[in-house]
């Protein structure tokens, strides 16, 4: 393989029913900062059914060129369709480095697409650069239940790949009638050739557990102990109209479902308030919450890592102080409501 003819930043825009994904989006931000370390284009790649003109959006959030192909083939996502797509691309335009989002899709997308044009690829990454001597990706991810961060370099393989969850990395602002280069091409695959056929989508519409979006998030770690401490926390959590999130600790103890927890096990999360309840600080429980607007950690031990990481940090014991938390905030939006004022958490 010469590695020389591999130029460019690419990004899989992914979309559903017509709109697209915030990831897609949130890796244009960062693979335009790849893209000028290493002086070529950021590309985006994007697959569907009447989609072409959400090129328009790509340009303005980033993108130098937007490789399209739209046709009704590819109007659901399959892996057999989109890897053939998306592996022609790569073979005819050599990018060297390819990002894409860490939902169910993209993961999928992703592994399949590194088997068919047989490079490597870094699963859950949370911080992106580049060497920019060896033109090498730099993609870090926690490892060892989050103990090291562990970069992982492809030194004889292009594309370099690597999936990024949603949240960890942050829209650009967008630049209003910014125009680029739209590329369509066609996918040679036809209907009757497929192994899969798409019958029939059933939407999930019975989701408790909304982390992702919540404004407010009070997560439960290790040192609330028991249900009691779990109950603590959701009561918190309830006068603050907010989500409780918690750590894997909590989770592997079966005091909570896994559509709760934060962190590079679960879901990666950018609240405006996030209280941390005992929860010691593990790398592998950061990298899903430290882009919160605000983190305000509670923890007995002064020497907590999540202090390191939090806005406001109460050393205290959680059962002491977050009942009088939950009671000041209580009298404070009810004295707010009676006032008929709008009450802030």
Not at 47 to 67: R, W
Not at 70 to 80: K, V, W
């Amino acid at each position: 393989m010469n590695l020389e003819e591999y130029r460019g930043v690419w990004v899989f825009i992914e979309q559903r029913n017509g709109k697209l994904v915030d990831v897609g989006l949130e890796l244009l931000g960062a693979g335009r900062d790849l893209a000028d370390k290493l002086e070529v284009d950021l590309c985006g790649v994007l697959l569907g059914h009447n989609i072409k003109d959400l090129s328009k959006d790509l340009f303005e959030y980033g993108a130098d060129k937007v490789y399209v192909i739209d046709d009704p083939i590819l109007e659901q996502y399959r892996s057999e369709t989109y890897m053939v797509a998306v592996g022609d691309l790569v073979r005819k335009y050599k990018p060297e480095i390819f990002l894409y989002g860490a939902t169910s899709n993209g993961k999928d997308l992703a592994s399949a697409v590194a088997t068919e044009v047989m490079t490597g690829l870094t699963a859950d990454t949370t911080l992106l650069d580049v060497d920019l001597e060896k033109r090498l990706f730099e993609a870090s991810r926690p490892a060892f239940g989050g103990n090291i961060m562990a970069t992982i370099l492809c030194k004889k393989h292009r594309p370099q790949m690597a999936t990024v969850r949603p949240k960890v990395m942050k829209k650009r602002d967008r630049e209003e009638g910014r125009v680029g280069e739209l590329i369509e091409e066609s996918i040679s695959l036809q209907e009757e050739s497929l192994r899969t056929k798409v019958l029939e989508i059933v939407r999930d519409t019975k989701k408790a557990v909304n982390l992702e979006d919540a404004v407010i998030i009070v997560s439960a770690g290790k040192g609330i102990k028991d249900e009691k401490g779990l109950q603590m926390v959701r009561e918190l959590a309830d006068v603050l109209n907010g989500t409780v999130g918690a750590s894997r600790d909590i989770v592997e103890a079966g005091l909570i479902g896994h559509d709760h927890q934060v962190g590079q096990t679960g879901l990666t999360v950018t609240p405006k308030l996030y209280f941390a309840i005992g929860i010691s600080g593990a790398v592998q429980h950061t990298v899903g919450m430290e882009n919160s607007e605000t983190i305000v950690a509670i923890n007995n031990d002064p020497d907590a890592a999540i202090f390191n990481v939090a806005h406001h940090g109460v050393v205290a014991d959680a059962f002491e102080i977050v009942p009088l938390l939950t009671e000041e905030f209580k009298k404070a939006l009810q004295e707010e409501a009676k006032e008929g004022g709008v009450a802030h958490a």
